[in-house]
């Protein structure tokens, strides 16, 4: 039965993009594969999970006790359907971290985390050491593979897929021992800057505290988050838990762009895994170049107000 | 140090030594070695021992020898015999092979990273129940009440940029003993406190520096020869500046390379980390270290003074070894051996009177001192330039120094030539290719680590002096001789001046540099928080 | 109540991480290795649960070989009462971990175990949830907050929509996050009494636990370096660019 389930993430309305990359991660272990959406009231994030190319059913169990995604609930009802799988995915987002290893350990199997590249069905690459090493592991033949993907690795593939659904009862009773109180989202109107999937930063040529208002007005503009490097928070133009480097935060954004900031090792290392890092410099030999995907070597108080007019 | 009203916690010893070095070790070990019932402890303020001493270096196994006999039978893990020796004379295009001179043959002797030496030298001590605390600093003496010296107070931890607590305050604690050795290395602050308190100089020279910057490169396959030691004079340094560098092949394709300038540079322009950068683009250099990369990188001051500017290295209460009293060979470039046998001879010195009181007399009486008398005026030689200071070497290296006269040493502060007394030099400096592109770049290589919300470690005394007189006079030297870039001048609408200093405290390598070179003399280095500072990895 | 707390060995976050140019792993040799540092914050906090009288004792708990002691004697400094040395030269996995944790849980009668989210070397974040299905009991995961009262634990998790509070019934597993806590300095004179705690060795085979289908790291690599990008020459293009590439 070399057949793939992934495990689908929603917030009870909408299906999280992390689900359609996990998809991907599966067509490239090249064999069927299906969704399962757990929760309550989900028909709508099933129909939206069957659009996903390539998949051929989703399985659908909808009950009260699944509707908040506690582990311990969800686990035990992905475990009853496994027989029928070879490999479980679930995404690397805190709602598969939290998962996907209490499957496997009911499945008694270990995990591998975080896949960055398929090689095999057996085989795949994912990053160690914070991304500073990439491992290839391999897991043992006829043992069921239980996986998260590492969803910054992964493009989401396309909804041009008709999957055929299947709406089943639940088969485990809800677990009293841990119950959902509420959740608090990220507070403030700008996404938080750890995970926002857009970031936006300054650097020492921004000048001045004010002038960093072409910063969060950019990124408002775009809902990104705001990030500095660590000469603008030495100073004094942010506060430093925007600080984005080495010693700040270490970010992965899908989008990070960098006005005025030189590029030194220190704030490369905080992007390095970031999908596309854009640098806006006056200093055509700045080291930020070195590493830009987009570069662009002009005045930062020229170029933001045009990108502003342009967007807008 | 906080004035805070709370006594602190007391932790007692016999001897209380300062810095994990190799003096401080060496006292150590021998000290148990002794009187094995003797209660030592060594503080050491980084997170690990080895993680903050950086040295080239080629040692001589002799003390190493006397104190752990048999050490080769299982040696630290870098540990290269030396194979070839050579000196060398460079200009801008070529290098030319010099004689190898007495003090620099080298046969018989080890390539080893100081580092690694002393992390190797540690568990050997603790073996012998020496108390060894890494991570913690000794900030300030504790003095007795009779003004000599009674231990140490161990800093602070948890303190904010404002000197406030934060939720993690943990006051630091006094550790008192009979004795404190003080084994900072060079340009200890403690030491530097304690020299001017108990005026331990005021019969000496002044005391002479310089700058070692180093990198551990791991170099393309076949270049490496391991037990390959080179020298080399002359450029990128101009004729008045003392200095030169060194390559030592190690193994497994790494190669340790540097560059030492003395401190008495007269221009307020130069940038010791580019002349390092420099040397390494000479073409008899550059192509071994092209297609390979830095593993590791950092600096640190080196002692040169010898034997004139030898401070009195006893005190009520407390002793100087190592370079923290400053017995390094300069001619040799050799400073362990001396660092070792040092801290062998006050050990046995407190073992035998029980106090450290008569212990300068029988250093001043020992071989250590007859190796620093020997080359004494080898480096005042130096101080009318290169070619004298050839010349001076030669003479003294075949009368073995016992020519009646001895040169003296002068300040480095006090050398440099301000702005418009100084005549621009044509280095012949080249455009740069290799790696670390800048001083910022190269710091990452020394993986320092301080927490940003300490209080800033460099104190500077008067900083009026830095916008009203320091940049028409001297150009803000500063910015250019910390090998961290510590120290910039930024652009600043809200001061009269336009600009201010802006201290990048977290860069720092705890060189000593800036302490050493500061025109004015009025940046004064701390210790910050215990643990903080360079991660030396083989250095 | 007691609480297990436990510590991997790990190499320091400071080192730069190099791989061996023949790709057989990373280098480690001569490197500074420390306790991992979310395992300082689950240590943390399991004091302060003790200082506010909710337990009797807190176990440190590390396996590994014997330099493991270390990092044990560090968490036995920072306040431990006992430490437990699960003595193995095998690069154990989650799975194996979880097990032989879960030994030492039923063996010591734990009330509640708090873990590090992940380790930083392996960045595997498996061990917390493996233990807590073995054992049967509540999981509680990247905590940033934590209130005990009574038989319960309120937890705040940092998940990626914001803040989420769940309630779990103890005895459960948590596994800890970066803004749980600050963890504290060690006193010198804790270090010395530190040395007289005890510190229990047991060989990984007298818990009955073996490693079983493990996975195989096979080769090395640094991550891949980026390409060179391009330049583009105002404004203009680059909104074109980035309209191009779906990113705004």
């Known amino acids: 039965m070399s057949k793939t389930l992934i495990i689908a993430e929603h917030d009870g309305k909408d299906l999280n993009p992390s689900t359609a990359k996990c998809a991907n991660c599966a067509a490239a272990i090249s064999q069927p594969y299906d969704i399962v959406v757990l929760g309550s ?99 043992p033949e006829g043992v069921k593979v239980v996986a998260t993907v590492r969803v910054a690795s992964w493009k989401a593939l396309a909804n041009t897929g008709s999957a055929s659904l299947e709406e089943r009862t639940a088969d485990s009773p809800a677990l009293t021992h841990t119950r959902y109180l509420d959740l608090q989202s990220g507070g403030g109107e700008r996404p938080d800057l750890q995970t926002a999937s857009r970031v936006v930063s300054g650097g020492r040529a921004m000048a001045s505290e004010e002038n960093f208002e072409l910063i969060y007005s950019l990124a408002d503009m775009i809902s990104a988050g705001a990030g500095a490097s660590r ?33 030194a090792i220190q704030h490369i290392t905080g992007i390095k895994d970031a999908g596309t890092i854009v640098a806006i410099n006056k200093d055509a030999e700045a080291p930020i170049f070195e590493v830009a995907d987009i570069g662009l070597a002009a005045d930062l108080f020229d170029v933001i107000p045009e990108m502003k007019q342009l967007l807008g | 140090m906080s004035e805070n009203v709370t006594e602190r916690e007391v932790m007692e010893y016999d001897v209380i030594i300062v810095g994990a070095g190799p003096a401080g070790l060496a006292c150590a070990i021998r000290l148990k070695q002794l009187k094995e019932d003797l209660m030592v402890a060594v503080i050491e303020k980084s997170a690990e021992v080895g993680a903050h001493i950086l040295s080239g270096a080629v040692i001589e196994p002799g003390p190493l020898d006397e104190l752990l006999p048999g050490w080769q039978d299982s040696p630290p893990p870098v540990c290269i015999p030396v194979k070839h020796d050579e000196l060398a004379f460079l200009t801008a295009t070529k290098r030319r092979k010099l004689p190898t001179p007495p003090q620099q043959k080298n046969h018989g002797n080890f390539i080893v990273s100081l580092g690694a030496l002393c992390g190797w030298l540690a568990p050997k001590a603790e073996d012998l129940g020496v108390d060894i605390f890494p991570g913690y600093a000794a900030a ?70 310089g700058i070692g910057i ?60 580019e002349a390092f950068q420099q040397f390494k683009h000479h ?48 001619p040799k470039i050799k400073g362990t051996h001396q660092a070792i046998r040092s801290g062998m001879l006050a050990a046995s010195h407190l073992a035998d009177k029980g106090t450290g009181e008569g212990f300068d007399g029988t250093l001043r009486a020992s071989p250590i001192m007859k190796e620093l008398h020997k080359v004494r005026n080898i480096r005042p030689g130096f101080n009318k330039g290169l070619w004298r200071g050839l010349i001076t070497a030669g003479i003294e290296t075949v009368t073995a120094g016992k020519l009646p006269r001895t040169l003296h040493n002068h300040a480095d502060h006090s050398a440099l030539k301000k702005l418009q007394d100084m005549k621009t030099v044509d280095r012949k400096w080249v455009k740069r290719e290799l790696a670390p592109r800048d001083r910022l770049a190269s ?41 961290a870039q510590v120290y910039e001048m930024v652009e600043d609408t809200d001061t009269s001046a336009g600009q201010r200093l802006q201290i990048n405290a977290a860069n720092c390598v705890h060189c000593k540099t800036c302490d050493i070179k500061d025109p004015y003399q009025i940046i004064n280095w701390v210790t910050p928080e215990g643990g903080s500072g360079p991660n030396y990895q083989n250095l | 109540m007691k609480i297990l707390v436990g510590i991997k060995r790990v190499v320091d976050y400071n080192v730069r991480i190099r791989v061996r140019p023949d790709g057989s792993g990373v280098d480690t040799d001569g490197v500074k290795m420390s306790i991992n540092p979310f395992d300082e914050i689950a240590l943390e906090q399991a004091l302060r649960i003790r200082e506010a009288g909710n337990a009797e004792e807190v176990i440190v708990v590390s396996l590994g070989g014997t330099e493991c002691q270390q990092q044990l004697r560090t968490g036995l400094a920072m306040g431990a009462d006992r430490a437990i040395q699960v003595d193995t030269e095998e690069n154990l996995q989650p799975l194996t971990i979880a097990r032989a944790l879960l030994k030492v849980v039923e063996k010591e009668q734990v009330g509640l175990v708090i873990l590090g989210k992940q380790a930083i070397d392996g960045d595997n974040s498996q061990t917390g949830q493996m233990l807590a299905a073995l054992w049967d009991r509540p999981q509680a995961t990247f905590a940033s907050g934590l209130e005990l009262s009574g038989d319960s634990a309120t937890v705040t998790r940092e998940v990626d929509a914001g803040l989420e509070k769940i309630e779990v019934d103890l005895p459960a597993v948590i596994t800890v996050d970066l803004r749980l806590n600050e963890p504290r300095f060690v006193k010198l004179p804790d270090i010395m009494k530190a040395k007289r705690k005890p510190l229990e060795v047991i060989p990984l085979t007298d818990l009955g636990v073996a490693s079983e289908n493990d996975l195989l790291a096979s080769q090395y690599a640094p991550p891949p370096v980026r390409e060179k990008g391009i330049m583009v020459e105002d404004t203009a293009q680059l909104v074109a660019e980035l309209k191009t590439r779906g990113l705004v």
């Open chain 2, 443 to 483: 710091v990452y290589f020394a993986a320092t680590d301080h927490d940003e919300d300490q209080l800033v470690h460099l104190q500077i005394l008067e900083p009026d002096v830095c916008i009203s007189r320091c940049g028409e006079e001297y150009g803000h030297p500063c910015t250019r001789f910390c090998p």
């Open chain 1, 231 to 263: 000469a603008a928070v030495d100073a004094g133009y942010c506060p430093n838990d925007m600080q984005v480097g080495q010693t700040g935060k270490i970010i992965a954004p899908d989008l990070y762009m960098a006005f005025g900031i030189s590029g």
């Open chain 2, 214 to 273: 180093k990198e551990l490169w791991q170099v393309g396959p076949g270049k490496c020869q391991p037990g390959l030691v080179h020298h080399s004079i002359g450029w990128p340094l101009d004729t008045h500046t003392y200095g030169g560098s060194f390559i030592y092949h190690m193994d497994k394709d790494r190669v340790a390379v540097g560059f030492v300038c003395a401190l008495d540079y007269s221009d307020p322009e130069f940038s010791p980390f």
């Open chain 1, 41 to 139: 009231t989900i028909s709508e994030v099933a129909k939206q999970a069957a659009t996903i190319e390539g998949v051929e059913t989703v399985i659908a169990i909808d009950a009260e006790h699944l509707a908040k995604p506690l582990a311990v609930n969800h686990a035990a009802e992905v475990v009853a359907l496994a027989d029928g799988y070879s490999h479980i995915l679930g995404p690397s987002t805190t709602y598969g971290r939290d998962l996907m290893p209490r499957i496997a350990a009911l499945l008694g199997v270990n995990q591998v985390s975080d896949i960055s590249t398929v090689v095999g069905p057996h085989h795949f690459k994912r990053p160690i050491y914070a991304g500073n090493a990439i491992v290839d592991v391999q897991s």
């Open chain 2, 140 to 209: 300030g003496i504790h003095f007795l009440a009779d003004g000599a010296v009674g231990g140490v107070i161990i800093g602070d931890m948890g303190v904010d940029r404002e000197g406030q607590p934060k939720d993690t305050y943990m006051q630091g604690i006094e550790i008192h003993a009979p004795t404190t050795v003080l084994a900072e290395g060079c340009r200890g602050h403690l030491s530097k406190q304690l020299i001017n308190k108990f005026k331990l100089d005021e019969n000496s020279d002044p005391q002479a520096y």
């Open chain 2, 283 to 330: 073409p008899s250099v550059k192509p071994l270290f092209e297609g390979g990369e830095i593993l590791s990188g950092g600096a640190r001051t080196i002692i040169e003074g010898g034997a004139q500017s030898l401070p009195k290295v006893e005190m009520p209460g407390a002793l100087l070894i190592g370079d923290a009293a400053g017995l390094l060979n300069l």
